[in-house]
């Protein structure tokens, strides 16, 4: 399925340039990772376009399951601020797809 595979792309390629940013010397502390992440008006816009995208597909997922429409959410939204949005997102829409309420 299409969602699968973009799940995969979107694995490899943000995962690409986080491997290379903790490579060179990046770290997850808060201080660095944030500093980091808006380090200039460029990525500030972005890393803040994600964590909106991310919290929105946060409580999408969580009402769609309350209202019976879609898997449970939790193991998606832990999946997109651990991991990646472009990971969880299409994940969830395979699922979603696929008419099952469960996780995998």
């Given at each position: ?25 990046g770290g ?27 919290l929105v ?48």
């Open positions: 399925m299409i969602y699968y595979l973009l799940a995969f792309i979107g694995l490899v390629a943000t995962w690409y340039f986080n491997l290379k940013y903790l490579s060179g010397g997850l502390e808060p201080d660095q990772f944030f500093g980091s992440a808006f380090a200039n008006y460029l990525t500030s816009a972005i890393t803040v376009d994600v964590y909106l995208s991310a597909f946060s409580i999408w997922t969580f009402f769609e399951s309350k209202n019976g429409n879609g898997p449970k959410p939790w193991l998606f939204i832990v999946m997109c601020f651990a991991i990646g949005l472009a990971i969880a997102f299409p994940l969830y829409l395979a699922r979603k797809a696929s008419g099952s309420r469960t996780v995998f």
